[in-house]
């Protein structure tokens, strides 16, 4: 029984790491040092969905699943957990290119604003020590 607890756990902590991947960035504008977290796990957040590896977490889970006599099953936990959520069909290349797509698209998109209001701040600073 604690092998089912466990593998839920994965399950949690997986998803927590999707969630993380797709809006970590948010979260920089109020720690900005998470850069350095944030940027390798959208890189291997992207990368599991265009080259359709499996993660490590999915294969815990099940190893975990099975030492309890639970089933396994097959396919990543995007394809398990998440498309039956948000898509009727199965997971094919092509959603799975587009999911990493918009995660790169979305993550863009807030570093880009993240780095400009970076940018403006510094320069608000070099002026105001310049007295400009």
Same mark, same amino acid.
């Given at each position: ?5 466990l593998?839920d !756990?994965?399950? =949690? =902590?997986?998803? !927590?790491f999707?969630i993380f ?6 979260l920089?504008?109020r720690w900005?040092? &998470?850069?350095?977290?944030?940027l ?6 992207? &990368?599991?969905?265009?080259?359709h590896?499996?993660?490590?977490l999915?294969? =815990?889970e099940?190893? &975990?699943? $099975?030492l !309890? ?5 097959r ?5 398990h957990?998440l498309?039956p959520?948000l898509y009727?069909?199965n997971?094919t290349a092509h ?8 995660v =790169? ?6 570093y880009g604003?993240w780095?400009?209001?970076q940018c $403006?701040?510094a320069?608000?600073?070099k ?5 400009q």
């Amino acid at each position: 029984m604690p092998y089912l607890y466990l593998a839920d !756990a994965v399950v =949690l =902590l997986h998803f !927590a790491f999707v969630i993380f991947v797709i809006a970590g960035g948010l979260l920089l504008f109020r720690w900005k040092r &998470l850069v350095w977290l944030h940027l390798p796990a959208l890189a291997w957040g992207a &990368l599991t969905e265009f080259l359709h590896i499996v993660c490590p977490l999915t294969y =815990l889970e099940n190893w &975990l699943r $099975s030492l !309890a006599g639970a089933a396994a099953y097959r396919g990543d936990f995007v394809e398990h957990y998440l498309l039956p959520v948000l898509y009727p069909a199965n997971l094919t290349a092509h959603i799975q290119i587009g999911l990493g797509m918009l995660v =790169l698209a979305v993550n863009g998109l807030v570093y880009g604003i993240w780095f400009w209001r970076q940018c $403006s701040r510094a320069l608000a600073r070099k002026r105001q020590h310049f007295g400009q």
